[in-house]
């Protein structure tokens, strides 16, 4: 996954539909501060596939989830949630993973099967107990080159975004580096300071055989998957319409698109030498 900090695993994991109940394993024993930890399956990690697992994790999901996979400001904990504890060997993580949570800013993944097994491999070699143990994170995340990172951002970014029209005092109105960070990876994640991005909207053209005159239906994306796709119209009401393949057509726009593509060509230095750069933009 991309970035040494997103795709809602972009809050979707720990939101996934309740599993089926995971084989009984043997209890950790009780741990202190009032927690047992009989509760939470603890495995015997394969070190190699953890390695694998943690590169992915980096860059794909730790922005929103956590170094530690205990949640961060746009994503919940990942190790404390049902479908990680009872996912196997990623077989319920990667169905997350596969449809992503386009409500929740999440996008899909086309991770191959050992790279799902290999993410699940690290989220299950953390030590979960009754209580979360103190959170990993380094004193700053400001370690880039602003330099670097000024030329990648005019390389990449300047056709959409402009450092003294858009983006100018953005380091201002957000003074944490993290959150910055956090927030020009994954606008659609709101934040402190930078108001709310515009959600992913849906148009839904009915079949003639379910409407002679092939209405329209439009509004705010709620949630698609293979068998239905749910949106609310501008008065808040909510369709739910089931789908078989392409009937109904189905049209998605995504204003966040670009950064959602552009979290699969990231690097970890790129994130942070655009980083150290948009901390200036004051």
Partial sequence: MKFHLLGTLAAGIALAQTPAPAPARAPAPARGGGGGGAAYPQRTPDLAAVARGKAIYDINCALCHGEDARGGDNGPNLIRGEAVMNDQKGELIGSVLQTGRAAEGMPKFDFTPSQVSDIAAFLHSFRVGGYDVSRNRPPSIVVGDAKAG??????????????????KGIATRITD??????????????????????????????????????????????????????????????????????????????????????????????????????????
């Avoid at 975004?161 to 858009?166: L, R, V």
Wanted: glycine share 10%; hydrophobic share 30%; proline share 5%.
């Fill in 150 to 167: 000024e030329a990648y951002f005019s390389s990449k970014c300047a056709s959409c975004h402009s450092a003294t029209g858009d983006l």
């Fill in 177 to 282: 580096a993290r959150t910055l960070q956090q927030r020009w990876l994954m606008p659609a994640g709101g934040g402190r300071g930078g108001g709310q991005a515009t959600p992913a909207t849906v148009r839904v053209t009915l079949p003639s055989s379910q409407n002679a005159s092939g209405d329209k239906v439009e509004g705010r994306l709620g949630r698609i998957d293979d068998f239905t796709v749910t949106l609310y119209d501008t008065e808040g009401g909510s369709h739910t319409i089931k789908r078989n393949g392409d009937v109904p057509k189905v049209e998605i726009h995504d204003p966040l698109e670009p950064h959602k593509e552009m979290l699969k060509v990231y690097t970890d230095k790129d994130i942070h030498d655009v980083t150290a750069y948009m901390v200036t933009l004051k």
